[in-house]
């Protein structure tokens, strides 16, 4: 399995690789909600951005992880962020996450059409397992996931330390490599549903 740190994109979003000329832009995309970040490992709105962000062009560095800025194409806003990350090329797998969309792009395609890229660049790439992992008390976040058609695999108990210092339960999921034409299938028909 090979990721490269390429932008994607569909009808309804293009993501971009984290560089230096999209820190402003995602800087501002992410400066809201503080309440939704509480739930998160670590917080990237306000003051938490600049630590947040050196990390994660430290981990694109190693190659664990490709983080993209999410551009709505609508109106060519960044809206949020996502990522590939805990790249393990060899096991073949990686996880999609540390999502955060502002919360007038949450609800319509934004979310499945980053996931529809993200998946589908991660098979393409060779992956034979695709998690995604979430706070297992954000139930919101645990639906959205279970309607990409991730499957559940149950709870990991005192998995993380959230940046507030709560021991978090987190709820795993994943798609396997012999799920993702199903799940491809199902995200493209709620894609077309949005025109």
């Known amino acids: 399995m090979r990721l490269d740190a390429r932008a994607l994109e569909n009808n309804f979003v293009r993501l971009e690789p984290f560089t230096a000329e999209l820190e402003p832009e995602v800087r501002a995309a992410l400066d809201c909600d503080p309440e939704a ?19 994660a062009l430290r981990a694109m560095e190693t190659g664990s992880r490709i983080a993209y800025a999410v551009r709505r194409k609508a109106d060519g806003a960044v809206v949020g962020t996502s990522s590939l990350y805990e790249i393990r090329p060899e096991h073949r797998r990686c996880e999609v996450g540390s999502t955060f969309y502002r919360p007038e ?3 319509g395609p934004v979310n499945p059409a980053c996931k529809r890229l993200l998946l589908g660049h991660a098979f393409d790439a060779g992956a034979v397992r695709v998690e995604i992992i979430t706070d297992a008390l954000n139930a919101g976040s645990a639906a959205a996931i279970r309607k990409l058609g991730a499957r559940d695999e149950g709870v990991l108990r005192k998995h993380k330390i959230t940046w507030t210092g709560r021991v978090r339960d987190t709820a795993q999921f994943a798609v396997l490599d012999e799920d993702w034409p199903e799940v491809r299938r199902r995200l493209d028909e709620r894609l077309a549903k949005f025109g």
């Open 105 to 107: 792009a949450r609800g």
């Open 37 to 55: 970040w509480n739930g998160m490992v670590s917080a990237a709105y306000g003051p938490h951005f600049d630590g947040w962000w050196s990390a």
